[in-house]
């Protein structure tokens, strides 16, 4: 009886070392031959913008067309998973200038670009483009005319612009396998 519970505590100890350890070593040992072709998320990327943009002034939202700057690499760093010069499109929304000097507003969130498999990857991005505000051309006209200077209320800010060429960092959403 007590060889019994000895050689079951035994068996038992073993399964939990090889559970313990073993699928651990196993997805460890596959993750680093896939390394080569895994494009993790997080991955930085500069996009180029390949076309002057000016934004009508209205809410709106849309896309850009940008190209990618240089060749993104691997994780492990010894294969170009997205060519430079690949296509990506990076999505927009806008806000309107507005009355009393109110400026506005570019901001551009998302982007999406080809790996050299021809699967399509999310990117992020975070960046926002104001226009000139007039607030204090506004308030020093109402201020020295008043109150024929209130009417300087109508004055509206300017839309920014995107230069062509301008450049924005990116970084990936998901980590991606590329075969």
Known sequence: ???TNWM????????????LFGQPLESVAQTSVNRSNLLEMGTPLVLRVSEYFKSDNQT?????N??????VYSSDGTQVLIKAGT????EYNS?????WGKAGKICLTHATTKTIDNKRISLRLNSC?????????VIALSVLFFPIGLISGCMKGSMPKIEQGSTFHASTMQDIVVE
Do not use: C, F
């Not at 709106?60 to 850009?64: L, M, Q, V, W």
């Not at 483009?129 to 051309?137: A, C, E, I, T, Y």
């Open 66 to 71: 940008s190209i990618v700057e240089t060749d």
């Open 1 to 3: 009886m007590e060889k």
């Open 129 to 137: 483009k104001n226009g000139g505000g007039k607030l204090g051309g």
């Open 95 to 99: 806000e309107p200038n507005g009355s």
């Open 60 to 64: 709106e939202s849309g896309y850009i």
């Open 87 to 90: 296509p990506a499109l990076i």
């Open 8 to 19: 079951k505590r035994i068996v038992s100890s073993l399964l939990a070392a090889v559970l």
